[in-house]
């Protein structure tokens, strides 16, 4: 079982409706979560982290975290043609010293 | 301009020989990273370093060799090349003690033949 896992997709949203990203890991011991964001043949940028159970919203972002569960999320509201690229959960567990990434999400929204 | 800059952006080499990715950050970040990324397999962790002078070895580390003797400066070298260290890499910085990367370069793609 891979540590972080991620659908790979393609997920397919029309414009302006929401757009849902799933994450699940397996070390229950897991206490910061982020989502890059990466563009075809570009690096990642960061986009949002979530550290507390709950919600989390910037601006049409909103990172949804569940730790009994072990999923997070990243919702994306009004999704525009500009939000297509694939999306990277990254997990620390608690006793590591560096971020797990999954494999990523594409994303594509269609005009 | 401030940021981070990676040499070369394309190399093709071939098996055996040495080659060496530069990095170079003008923010003074602390942390410094090399990942590389494969398709299926996301981003994984070559080599970290906290500050000059300190490195570390992440979750694939073998066949690399990493150097920071000045805060704005990582090398990543390759010692003898191999066909799977055919990769996009990646080095990122970060100014928190997170282990989390903050700002990436634009990526060096590898071809090693």
């Known amino acids: 079982q891979k540590e972080v896992e991620q659908n790979s997709g393609p997920l397919s949203v029309p414009e302006g409706a929401i757009a849902s990203l799933n994450c699940t890991y397996s070390d229950r011991g897991s206490q910061s979560f982020f989502w890059y964001r990466q563009y075809s043949g570009k690096s990642p940028e960061l986009i949002m982290f979530?550290?507390?159970?709950g919600d989390k919203e910037d601006g049409r972002f909103t990172a949804q975290l569940n730790k009994a569960s072990q999923y997070v999320s990243l919702l994306i509201r009004d999704s525009q043609p500009s939000d297509s690229a694939t999306y990277l959960c990254?997990?620390?567990?608690?006793?590591?010293?560096?971020?797990?990434f999954g494999s990523g999400t594409q994303l594509t929204v269609l005009p | 301009d401030a940021g981070i800059t990676q040499s070369p952006r394309y190399k093709i080499t071939e098996t055996g020989r040495q080659v060496t990715l530069m990095c170079h950050q003008t923010?003074?970040?602390?942390?410094m990273f090399w990942y590389r990324q494969d398709l299926g397999h996301g981003l994984r962790l070559i080599y970290y370093s906290a500050a000059a002078d300190i490195t570390d070895k992440g979750e694939v580390p073998d066949g690399y060799v990493v150097s920071r003797s000045k805060t704005e400066n990582f090398p990543l070298t390759l010692e003898s090349a191999t066909r799977s260290q055919t990769s996009v890499y990646f080095c990122?910085?970060?100014?928190?003690?997170?282990?989390?990367?903050?700002?990436f370069g634009d990526g060096t793609r590898l071809s090693i033949l």
């Open positions: 990122a910085s970060s100014d928190n003690g997170n282990h989390q990367p903050q700002h």
């Open positions: 923010w003074s970040h602390s942390y």
């Open positions: 979530i550290y507390s159970n």
């Open positions: 990254a997990v620390k567990a608690g006793s590591a010293r560096q971020l797990t």
